[in-house]
């Protein structure tokens, strides 16, 4: 796989092929605070009628790397250090993620999201740790 990089790191977020897999959107990312959304569909549903656990923790992960970034102002990227998840209860219909930097300094943040559903129930809630890297570039490898 090739790293993703754009010529804005503020587009970079459209540009990652996993999250356009799954449909999610942003719908804002500054000042340290993010918000994420993704619709309803069966291919990303589990055997009880809810969203796959894995598209949940995907939204904690991505929303609060993505507010992780917005605190530095797109300087570097992000990646997780850990991630500790409570799953609450079954997400239906439109999921939204909240995700806000509660801490950070020059190399790491730590962060705190949330994922509700339609009727505004909490699904998940999340904390985790993210290491601030420099951007890949078009001449780099995957290690």
């Given amino acids: 796989m090739k ?7 503020r587009e970079m977020f459209g540009q990652i092929p996993f999250t356009n897999l799954l449909g999610v959107r942003r719908e804002f990312s500054e000042g340290g605070r993010a918000r994420l959304v993704v619709d309803e569909r069966p291919e990303l549903g589990n055997v009880i009628g809810g969203f796959h656990g894995g598209v949940v923790v995907t939204l904690l992960d991505v929303v609060m790397a993505s507010a992780a970034v917005s605190r530095i102002d797109f300087q570097r990227t992000a990646v997780t250090l ?24 020059d190399r790491t943040a730590w962060c705190r999201a949330r994922v509700t559903d339609a009727s505004g129930k909490l699904v998940a809630q999340a904390h985790g740790t993210f290491r601030y890297l420099p951007f890949p570039t078009n001449t780099e490898e995957t290690k």
Avoid: W
């Fill in 3 to 9: 790293p993703v990089v754009a010529a804005d790191p």
């Fill in 82 to 105: 850990n991630l500790h998840t409570d799953f609450i209860a079954p997400g239906r219909g439109q999921l939204v993620a909240d995700g806000e930097v509660a801490h950070h300094d």
